[in-house]
């Protein structure tokens, strides 16, 4: 099982060369075991940076992230009130709600997060969050 930082999420679907090989090889992996969860917090994300400008997808977001869910492998991890509390509690002072979410999924599922995120992985050298670098 893997979570998909959002950056990840959309370079893994549209195959961008940003996503190192072995990031891919492992994303490819996860998606025949059906494994690979999407936080409900990157729908949100994703429309926030389309809306911006800072991204291009080929549909509207709604349009694409079904798209994207009805790919073999990839399943919306539910925006839980567990997973919403605990973001909030821990010992990290990010300030990003995404980020805190995402890593909130992970810590919730004990599934290592996939991200270039240079927080993100910070957070990881003094926690139980794995990471594995997206850009690998």
């Excluded at 991200?115 to 993100?120: F, N």
């Amino acid at each position: 099982m893997i979570v998909l930082d959002t950056h990840a999420l959309i370079w893994a679907v549209q195959d961008n060369p940003k996503l190192g090989a072995a990031a891919r090889e492992r994303v490819e992996k996860e998606a025949r075991e059906d494994t690979i969860l999407i936080p409900a917090i990157c729908v949100w994300e994703i429309a926030l940076i389309v809306s911006r400008g800072h991204v291009k997808l080929p549909f509207d977001t709604l349009s694409w992230m079904r798209r994207v869910l009805n790919r073999p492998g990839y399943d919306l991890a539910p925006l839980e009130p567990d997973i919403a509390a605990a973001s909030v509690g821990l010992a990290w002072a990010h300030k990003d709600p995404a980020d805190r979410m995402i890593v909130a999924t992970a810590l919730h599922w004990r599934a290592p997060v996939l991200t270039v995120d240079r927080t993100i992985k910070a957070y990881a050298e003094t926690s139980d969050l794995e990471v594995i670098d997206a850009s690998t």
